[in-house]
């Protein structure tokens, strides 16, 4: 994710020349960093439930991804004010946080639900495209639920569909690995991965304004 970000911040500067939003060596990039970092909340949902943290700990959790998210929002707007960021992916992950939380008790349905989750934006294509409802599909707030013909103006978005499928399955693989295979979960990770999971948040907030300031700096010495 980094690395991604330090060249899409290369490329805003001028010093690089990508096409990020068509090109599908940086697209299919995009859409796994997405999707390794859904299935990881979800994983860390079934270690949540299974060690009986309560809804307590979880609103506190979670407060700090939504303040996160009104954050990022600010932040887009200032500097992409015509295509700032509404719906991201901390604005999705708030949204799919608490809905795995009640969801949880699923069980093996989470694998039917996060398929059809998947699926549900391709069936939803096809049947809204034309329709008198494409136009309120396509437009804010209903396209935050991801039944969209067209990619909004925005330099993020994460809607919840097919996303929410990536949570599920991850809250799904979680439970069957606790129950089947917890030996494959056990051990410490490396020291550098271990420090970077538990400061997950604060990397995510803090490495893009650390890499646009100092591309910035440098864009001032080397002039």
């Known amino acids: ?56 700990r979880f609103w506190r959790r979670w407060r700090l991804v939504a303040g996160c998210a009104l954050l990022v929002t600010l932040g887009s707007w200032w500097m992409f004010p015509r295509s700032f960021i509404y719906w991201g992916v901390l604005h999705g992950l708030a949204a799919m946080l608490v809905i ?34 494409e136009p309120a599909f396509n437009a804010a707030p209903l396209n935050v639920l991801g039944w969209v013909t067209r990619k909004p103006v925005t330099e993020d978005y994460v ?28 051990g410490a990770a490396p020291a550098p991965l271990a420090w970077l999971g538990r400061h997950s948040l604060p990397w995510y907030m803090l490495h893009q304004p650390v890499l646009l300031g100092l591309l910035a700096a440098a864009g001032v010495l080397l002039r």
Do not use: Y
Not at 105 to 128: E, N, Q, Y
Not at 159 to 186: D, I, Y
């Open 1 to 56: 994710m980094t690395a991604f970000h330090f060249c899409f911040d290369l490329n805003l500067h001028g010093w690089i020349h990508q096409e990020f939003l068509r090109d599908p060596f940086w697209t299919v990039q995009r859409t796994c960093i997405v999707t390794l970092f859904l299935f990881c909340a979800g994983l860390g949902q079934a270690a949540a439930a299974e060690a009986g943290l309560g809804w307590p």
């Open 100 to 133: 795995a939380r009640l969801t949880a008790g699923a069980g093996r349905w989470l694998w039917w639900l996060g398929a059809l989750a998947v699926v549900s934006p391709v069936v939803a294509k096809t049947v809204i495209a034309g329709s008198a409802w």
């Open 159 to 186: 809607p919840l569909l097919p996303w929410l499928g990536v949570v599920w399955w991850g809250l799904a693989a979680g439970q069957w690995l606790l129950r089947h295979r917890l030996t494959w979960l056990a």
